[in-house]
């Protein structure tokens, strides 16, 4: 007897990690079956549609006596038109998946379908189906696709508040980017940072509402190894009980950052009041994020910010500076009546 298990995964070219926690970040999310099967795309991309068999015999096997059907199911599902039909060694594609699909063959036990120069009339419900004589398994994957205009000029940045993680409902995490100078990131924006290198496993409201999280590392606790890497998601949450971190979105910095040079270290109030003292503001987190991404700011020191956390922005890693990625730290959200930091200011421009 044959058992299907889909997980929901990307084909893309994977880039170096850029944004970083002090610490390494492997807390999973949620359980794994809590995920949705779904699998986004843009067009002209390539996307995998993933179905796996798991033997429950050593002694079965996926020879040439295993037929492996892929179907598109009509928007109302009421008719579906096939997409591949393979047994063995024989393999046909149709319609206008022809010549555009194939099974991923990453082993005996992969009947994945991957879809060459997506479209967006690829968007919709696919039907994946194992025959081995008595023993049929079936699965359904959603294939979303999403619109190609992408915002190049900007950063994205997870995000949750001093309570800790998994503590915001959809209007607390639009409240908690809006207090950082930012706004909830888009889909769109989300897979750009993942493509660029994103890698967080922790899952985070987008302002479609849905839930997602990026990675490019696949591991153990983030959804593990064998889901591939890509946009993990778990589709669209309740967006007043539901509780995640949030994917912020920051594409301008309007005023200077800068590390307020001092010679002593400050509480939480005391840095509040230096900036002033010096005609600016305590900076926010997604200023910190605007000026490491669009301006390369670099700085070895670690510094209060107005939400109460402790962070250092470092674009040339070196020995005891990030050493291995160019990327914004984290230290956490310290006692505010602390004297063990400095303070990154912001003064807008006039």
């Known amino acids: 007897m044959f058992s299907l298990l889909c997980t929901a995964l990307l084909s893309v070219t994977l880039a170096s ?7 390494n970040n492997t807390a999973a999310p949620l359980p794994a079956d809590s995920i949705g099967l779904r699998v986004f795309a843009v067009p002209g991309g390539n996307v995998t549609l993933p179905c796996r068999l798991h033997r429950t015999s050593s002694f079965s096997s996926v020879g040439t006596g295993i037929r ?8 109302d599902e009421s008719t579906s038109e096939d997409v591949l039909i393979t047994m063995g060694f024989h393999k046909k594609s149709y319609g206008s998946f022809q010549g555009r699909v194939h099974l991923q063959n990453d082993d005996d036990d992969d009947a994945s379908l991957v879809i060459d120069d997506v479209s967006v009339e690829d968007h919709g419900k696919f039907h994946c189906e194992v025959i081995n004589g008595m023993d049929d398994s079936t699965a359904d994957v959603t294939l979303e696709v999403q619109g190609g205009t992408r915002q190049s000029h900007g950063v994205v940045f997870p995000y949750s508040p001093r309570l800790g993680r998994y503590n915001l409902n959809f209007n607390d995490a639009e409240q908690a980017c809006l207090d950082q100078d930012a706004a909830v990131a888009s889909f769109d924006q989300l897979y750009e940072a993942w493509g660029a290198g994103l890698d967080w496993c922790n899952a985070g409201w987008l302002n479609d509402g849905s839930v997602q999280y990026p990675i490019n590392n696949p591991r153990g606790p983030c959804g593990g190894t064998n889901a591939g890497a890509g946009l993990r998601s778990y589709g669209r949450r309740n ?14 910095l309007e005023g200077q950052f800068y590390w307020l ?9 005391e ?6 003292d010096d005609g600016a503001e305590i900076a926010k987190v997604g200023q910190m994020y605007a000026a490491w991404k669009m301006q390369g700011y670099d700085r070895c020191d670690s510094g209060w910010l107005a939400d109460g956390s ?6 040339r890693p070196r020995k005891n500076c990030s050493p291995t990625e160019a990327a914004v730290r984290f230290v956490g959200f310290p006692d505010k009546k602390q004297k063990l930091y400095g303070v990154y200011c912001f003064r807008a421009q006039q």
């Open 239 to 252: 967006k007043s009980s539901s509780r995640y971190d949030v994917f912020c979105f920051t594409s301008s």
């Open 261 to 269: 040079v001092q010679p002593l270290r400050l509480t939480f109030d």
């Open 271 to 276: 840095a509040v009041q230096a900036c002033v």
């Open 310 to 315: 402790v962070r250092y922005p470092i674009s």
């Open 68 to 75: 492996i059907k892929w179907s598109k199911m009509s928007d």
């Open 17 to 23: 990690t850029v944004y970083s926690d002090v610490s």
